[in-house]
């Protein structure tokens, strides 16, 4: 884009390109005017006309300075812009030369690269290390880390180092796992030319120290502005803290927020999951109620009768493993569910262990009986679906209760 002015700033000449970036359709439009005349854009027009005070007032032409541009859909550009004094015969100024090239697309590019390039010089209090490699040479041309709570990656040397540390480093199946097993120069590129220009996964990881922590890796692309190659940036940022909080939020809503058993919902599923997945092993389900509990409400308070559910569930829960599913369905009454029974013999102990242990909780409750009512039905002598579980240890419980309370009955 050329233009020519005189010493009073109006145009004299201009090349095509330079009429369609004014947003003109011809010459005409131009001649005799100025910047501010021109241009919609008042604060550009002012900084061009500023350019030209200077230009004249210091004799000294403009070289190659970047400047935004207007093109004629309203949208900004940048220029590469430079003004020469032009002079006649006895070297007195008669006007502006200008020549403008149209730099917007490696401007951006640049401006897009330096800013992914921070992280090499300005990396992150939360991110534990940045990696700058090459596609087209596979190298890593950069690499920083840095220590967060005692941990950090492993320093490589070569990429090849770099994803055979992360597969080793990289727990369980995910979306990490893939990304590094298909690590290669012609993945990239495929990725790239799809149109992707980043990706993230979250996962865990162990670290430098031997610690397991949850990581975020974002894979950027960008194009080397200078050797035009295309390059990746891998960054890893510490979300340990932040999916420790989502576990545990996840992990209370399964709970009965009282008891901190499982709730009746994740009770229920999780019986479920365990008879479709372990079809073929023995299960007993024991359900357990309190006998005369609305008896703690009325005469202790309700208070009270919550601080015996509490003592309860861990009485209950003390009696069985970790793989058993216990929980909390509603008021005074217990599911379990014993998984993978070797013989009867332990299931009658259990019942009659719970019994005992419900006797002997000590809440000062001397104007009340307290003891416990359990019925007990058997996967798959019983049925095979929990609902036919729940419904035959339901009946059993009411044997239980009617045949004179403490007491557990099994289902029939």
């Not at 910047?35 to 004249?56: H, M, P, S, V």
């Not at 190659?229 to 809503?253: F, G, N, P, R, T």
Request: proline share 2%; with cysteine.
């Amino acid at each position: 884009m050329v233009f020519v002015k005189n010493m009073e700033g109006r145009y004299v000449a201009a090349s095509v390109p330079f009429i369609k970036m004014t947003g003109k359709e011809t010459l005409d439009d131009l001649i005799n005017k100025t910047d501010l005349e021109i241009f919609e854009d008042k604060g550009l027009a002012k900084r061009y006309t500023n350019d030209d005070k200077k230009l004249i007032s210091e004799g000294e032409n403009l070289i190659d300075y970047i400047e935004p541009i207007t093109d004629f859909d309203g949208r900004a550009r940048y220029g590469s812009t430079s003004k020469y004094i032009l002079r006649d015969k006895d070297n007195k100024p008669i006007g502006i030369l200008g020549v403008t090239r149209d730099i917007t697309r490696d401007y951006i590019a640049r401006q897009h690269y330096q800013h992914e390039l921070k992280y090499l010089f300005e990396l992150p209090k939360d991110t534990y290390a940045v990696s700058y490699i090459d596609v087209d040479s596979w190298r890593i041309i950069s690499q920083r880390r840095q220590n967060i709570n005692s941990a950090t990656y492993q320093e490589c040397q070569t990429v090849d180092e770099l994803c055979e540390a992360a597969l080793i480093s990289i727990l369980g199946k995910c979306k990490a796992a893939d990304f590094y097993s298909n690590f290669t120069p012609e993945y990239l590129q495929n990725l790239y030319d799809s149109g992707r220009n980043m990706l993230s996964f979250k996962y865990q990881r162990v670290m430098s120290d031997g610690s397991e922590r949850w990581v975020h890796n974002e894979a950027r692309f960008l194009v080397d502005v200078d050797s035009g190659h295309l390059c990746v940036m891998l960054s890893a940022k510490d979300i340990d803290a932040e999916q420790q909080e989502v576990k545990q939020l996840e992990v209370a809503a399964k709970m009965d927020k009282m008891t901190m058993l499982l709730n009746r919902e994740t009770t229920m599923d999780s019986i479920k999951d365990i008879l479709k997945n372990e079809p073929k092993s023995k299960h007993v389900l024991y359900m357990i109620d309190v006998d005369n509990f609305k008896n703690i409400n009325d005469t202790y308070g309700h208070q009270s009768g919550d601080e015996y559910l509490i003592e309860l569930a861990k009485e209950i829960k003390s009696h069985f493993r970790d793989q058993d599913v216990v929980g909390r369905i509603g008021g005074d009454e217990f599911f379990v569910l014993m998984r993978n029974i070797p013989d009867m013999d332990i299931v009658l102990k259990k019942a009659q262990d719970i019994l005992d242990g419900i006797m002997n909780i000590d809440m000062g409750f001397g104007d009340v009986v307290i003891s416990g009512s359990i019925g007990v039905s058997v996967y798959p002598d019983q049925g095979r679906t929990l609902d036919i579980l729940y419904a035959k240890a339901d009946g059993a419980l009411y044997e239980a209760k009617h045949a004179g309370k403490n007491q557990f009955v099994f289902a029939k």
